[in-house]
């Protein structure tokens, strides 16, 4: 492997996918066995790049360019910085769950996973892009396989499964459909959700084009361009060329993150999707946003950052406060997790916003824990869905004692979220909160009550779904018995509570990719470096192992007993 | 001006392509006459032979660097037209491949269509070497001859008959227009090469007379406000002819765009370039807004066609070496995903019998491989990566970005997304909705392989454009320094190897 790492995770994916055209559909168990194969395949290199990344050394690892097109100034210039690593390897993690959570999709097994193998190769591509094209390039690469993921294998709500009237069939299929913002149909979220994110992808588009063009160094190679591109102080329309590009790169991209008044299409995506596809998207597609934001944006016009910056901790007050109580409201599963993921990407936006190397480091680390905490919130819903084939709250309950497997994880996932000690998640919440409280003090106060609302909404789900008196409709639903339907759960589970206890070489990767950007942008050249660094969550270690047990335990214990533990706390 | 006809043998070389075509023509209407009894299919593969050596001999040319000019310059072979050629060929040998089961739908003179199509692919052949405004005229006009006959094709469909006629009627007022154009350029300049009037003054009469010529080759290119034959001549025609006609005519006149604007109007650039961002961002936003409401594959295909005119118009309004580049680039791109895209609506035609935007769903289910390959036709015409079209795109606009059009680069963006709606429209009926009859359809094998070049094309310059701009990047060397008018002068001498 060595060097060619990088190219071994991104194409395995795709080589799978292309292996999966020449395999027929009747030999279910071949298609389901070359997906994982390909995916794990992926994982374990991911898993070898996030243990071989030298935090010491820091900057970008791993380079490979391959020349793509002189004209241009294009090359395939791939490599990993301590942020991209992290997240690379969340999407690995969560393609491979992802392949097992949708083990048991029946109708046109092989498009599916076709699909949401090359939506994961996109994906991890623009994680390890250094190349403004290529970012692009799989950024909207993944859009399309999300199109065709939410039409064929998604859900509809309710709501539009009580619309049965032939006229309104008809509305649906008609080109008004787009504008008919009352339904709630697969079609409509798969569709608005193409069209929002290549609407803000082009917009972001134009911020790259300018930089390309202004650079004036005919290349897209963003090593290239943040050592020597001159963007400051060239004035237009009425301001500098600079901000221009920062904000479209900016509202670009934080569309897909999804930044508050650009949210819209998120949820109602994550509703309609499957579950292994709300995975991916809520777990890694989302970051694409804050991720770009900081390979575009932070690199290229590090002073823009800081003097425009603010206006994502303005935004993400909003993000967090509607999310929260948009989630709380919500009557169906995927809804509530849906905009718990837009208002816990506001927390993202806040570390980043305050630009320093604590609040930034926890951004990262952030991202990486929401995605296994949203990834499994997302399998169990998905679990729950097919099992009930409903995602309605109200009409659910009491199913623990039908999958008392699936509330043990749901409970574990739901202390994920909130940003229970012992979890990835704490430490990174801890981190962007401290790391910004001197700079954006109000923001924090929100971040803190938007931990209260998170608390508040996934506990009322959790009672929703699993307690209470059970609906006997619902009687022959089962719990996730086999080891193929606990493997995704107890993967994530597992990565979440193991970088909980020992967040070590995590914070060091993501603090040597932060490190030298902070310092490019604030010029503030860091106190401590990564050993003493470390402060922060290594002071927070020796709590958590006795807070953990009880919650490992919990998968064992009898539900109703934890539950009541699990709030009074 | 000095025609001389004492042509040696090295100069009959230059035409041989053309020659050979027109001999291999007249074999294959021999051959049709002589035996009548003959599958038509196999004069199809006939002429398939005949082209495939033409173009095997264009390529030989084009790896010999073989150039020159004839006849007082009337008729030129540099690298572009050697380009253009190769792509009229290659159009016209995925056309005849997707007509051969089609054919059966004629009534009378299936053998002929076959020598038809030839006949406007030779006439084209001719556009893309013509270096002067009358043997525009009269290739131009040749070419037309043949789209007449081939439009109104299906005697008995009223359809064809109303989009032939309506072809007829508006391509010749072009024509008409463009032989007052002509004369009007003709008069003020007495000049008919392009490279010899690039020192013109801009006089009220040679405006108008470019105005004029501009007019009736954004006729053939279906540019608006010149569009309006486009969408019921595509409706009504047969397919495989719509096919034709939605990309090689466009491939030749833009050929003739090129040298007009710029080796003959160079110097007139800053005027040139309003005219030209205009009627860009008017066909883009018409043609992708029009296209939203429409019921019929082919309509909506016209509808796209139009837009994807006003996006290849950006690269000739950046009028650089660069523009000329991304043009030629985007032409191969839209060459695979648009023939390619005929060739299913062709298929499904061949066996639900309409072409209604209904009739595609669940097609998936039907054939999951036609579906497949329809799904990557259409995103690459809406320009999504890693398709050739997201290349062909990226490509004009990054050349239309070094020369600051920027108003013209956002409509073209926004474009992009009102683009996607509607092709996904066809997407969702394809993949989403359910049929509502499931029997699998059944695809001829000459359908098939026009599909796989298709697929195969769209995806390699998608995935690995590197050759092909190494191509386009030759094929204009003849641009690279265009604003000195001198530096486009044709060389007068036949130069054999290099």
């Known amino acids: ?569 | 001006m000095i025609f001389s006809l004492n042509l040696s043998f090295s100069d009959l070389l230059l035409l041989l392509p053309e020659i050979f075509l027109t001999c291999w023509l007249c074999v294959v209407l021999i051959v049709d006459f002589v035996s009548p009894r003959l599958p038509k299919e196999q004069l199809a593969y006939l002429s398939v032979a005949g082209l495939a050596i033409t173009l095997g001999c264009l390529a030989w040319f084009d790896v010999n660097h073989i150039s020159g000019a004839l006849f007082g310059n009337m008729f030129v072979l540099d690298r572009m037209a050697i380009f253009f050629k190769v792509f009229i060929l290659g159009a016209t040998i995925l056309v005849i491949l997707s007509s051969v089961e089609y054919v059966n739908r004629f009534t009378l003179f299936r053998g002929e269509y076959y020598v038809l199509v030839v006949m406007s692919a030779l006439g084209m052949m001719f556009m893309a070497s013509a270096n002067d405004l009358l043997s525009v005229f009269v290739s131009l006009e040749f070419s037309t001859l043949g789209f007449y006959v081939l439009v109104s094709y299906l005697r008995d469909d009223l359809a064809s008959n109303e989009a032939g006629l309506k072809f007829f009627i508006l391509g010749v007022f072009a024509a008409g227009l463009f032989a007052y154009g002509i004369s009007l350029v003709y008069g003020e300049t007495g000049q008919l090469v392009f490279s010899e009037m690039s020192s013109a003054q801009a006089t009220p009469g040679l405006i108008i007379g470019f105005l004029l010529i501009f007019a009736a080759l954004g006729f053939k290119i279906g540019a608006v406000p010149f569009h309006s034959w486009i969408p019921d001549t595509y409706h009504g025609a047969p397919t495989p002819v719509t096919a034709f006609l939605s990309i090689a005519p466009k491939g030749a006149a833009l050929v003739i765009l090129l040298r007009i604007f710029l080796v003959a109007l160079a110097s007139f650039k800053p005027v040139w370039v309003y005219l030209l961002v205009a009627v860009s961002i008017v066909s883009m936003t018409y043609g992708n807004i029009v296209a939203i409401a429409q019921r019929n594959i082919k309509r909506l295909l016209a509808y796209s066609g139009i837009a994807q005119i006003g996006n290849v118009l950006i690269g000739l309004a950046a009028g650089t070496k660069m523009g000329s580049d991304a043009i030629l680039f985007y032409l191969l791109a839209y060459l695979f995903a648009n023939l390619g895209a005929f060739a299913v609506v062709i298929a499904v035609s061949q066996a639900i019998g309409k072409d209604e935007i209904e009739d595609y769903r669940g097609l998936n289910r039907r054939s999951p491989f036609l579906a497949f390959a329809m799904l990557l036709f259409l995103l690459s015409l809406a320009g999504v990566p890693p398709l050739a079209g997201f290349i062909g795109k990226l490509y004009i606009f990054v050349a239309a970005i070094k020369e600051g059009l920027y108003t013209l680069i956002t409509v073209g963006l926004i474009n992009i997304v009102i683009s996607l709606y509607y092709y996904l429209i066809v997407v969702k009926q394809m993949y989403i909705n359910e049929p509502i009859d499931p029997s699998p359809i059944r695809i001829s094998s000459p359908m098939k392989t026009v599909i796989y070049v298709g697929l195969a094309g769209t995806l390699v310059i998608g995935i690995y454009p590197q050759p092909f701009t190494d191509w386009v990047v030759e094929a204009t060397l003849m641009f690279s320094n265009f604003v000195t008018p001198s530096a486009t002068a044709i060389p007068s001498t036949i130069h054999v190897g290099s």
């Open chain 1, 1 to 569: 492997m060595g060097e060619y790492v990088l190219l071994c995770i991104l194409f395995a994916p795709f080589a799978g996918a292309l292996g999966l055209i020449f395999v027929s559909n009747r030999q279910p168990l071949l298609v389901r066995g070359i997906a994982a194969g390909s995916a794990f395949i992926s994982l374990i290199a991911s898993i070898y790049l996030f243990y071989a990344y030298d935090p010491v050394k820091g900057g970008f690892q791993f380079i490979q360019k391959i020349e793509w097109s002189r004209q241009l100034g294009i090359s395939l210039h791939l490599g990993v910085d301590g942020i991209g690593t992290p997240l690379v390897l969340a999407s690995t993690i969560l393609l491979f769950a992802g392949i097992f959570v949708s083990w048991h999709i029946k109708d046109r097994t092989k498009e599916f996973y076709i699909w949401l193998l090359i939506l994961a190769a996109a994906t991890i591509g623009v994680f390890m892009s250094l190349d403004l094209f290529f970012l692009y390039f799989f950024y909207e690469m993944s859009v399309i396989p999300m199109y065709l993921l939410l039409g064929m294998w998604g859900s509809h709500t309710k709501k539009y499964l009580e619309m049965t009237d032939t006229e309104g069939m008809k509305l649906r299929d008609s080109v008004g459909f787009i504008f008919n913002f009352g339904s709630n149909s697969k079609e409509y979220a798969a569709m608005k959700l193409v069209l929002f994110l290549s609407a803000f992808a082009v917009v972001a588009l134009m911020g790259i084009l300018l930089i390309y063009k202004y650079s004036g160094l005919n290349t897209f190679d963003i090593l290239v361009l943040r050592e020597h591109a001159q963007l400051m102080n060239i004035p237009v329309l009425g301001t500098t060329l600079d901000k221009i590009i920062w904000i479209l790169v900016f509202f670009g991209f934080a569309s897909i993150a999804p930044l508050w008044p650009m949210h819209s299409w998120s949820p109602v995506g994550h509703a309609a999707a499957p579950a292994a596809t709300s995975m991916l998207h809520a777990g890694v597609l989302m970051k694409l946003g804050h991720f770009s934001i900081i390979r575009v944006a932070f690199e290229i016009l590090p002073e823009t950052t800081r003097e425009l910056m603010p206006i994502a901790a303005v935004l993400c007050m909003f993000s967090i406060i509607y999310g929260g109580f948009v989630a709380f409201y919500a009557k169906d599963t995927k809804y509530v997790i849906g905009y718990s993921s837009s208002s816990h990407m506001g927390y993202v936006f806040l570390g980043m916003a305050a630009l320093n190397y604590i609040s930034l480091s926890g951004a990262v680390i952030y991202m990486f824990a929401h995605a296994m905490a949203t990834g499994m919130l997302f399998a169990m819903a998905g679990w729950v869905y097919d099992q009930t084939h409903t995602r309605d709250i109200p009409s659910l309950g009491g199913l623990s004692n039908k999958m008392p497997f699936i509330s043990a994880c749901f409970i574990v996932a739901c202390m994920a979220s909130i940003g229970m000690p012992g979890t990835v998640n704490f430490i990174a919440e801890i981190m962007i909160v401290v790391g910004s409280w001197n700079k954006y003090p109000l923001q924090v106060i929100v971040a803190m009550l938007g931990i209260v609302l998170t608390l508040a909404y996934l506990f009322k789900m959790m009672r929703g779904l699993f307690y209470g008196p059970m609906n006997q409709k619902y009687g022959h639903a089962h719990d996730a018995i086999s080891t193929v339907d606990r493997l995704p759960l107890l993967i994530m589970i597992s990565v979440s509570i193991g970088f909980g206890i020992f967040p070590m070489h995590l914070y060091d990767v993501v603090r040597s990719g932060v490190d030298p950007l902070i310092v490019k942008i604030t010029e503030v050249v860091p106190v401590a470096r990564s050993g003493d660094g470390a402060g922060p969550p290594s002071a927070v270690g020796p709590s958590e192992p006795m807070v953990t047990t009880p919650v490992v335990a919990s998968e064992i214990l009898p539900t109703p007993v934890l539950t009541s533990h699990g709030v009074s706390e």
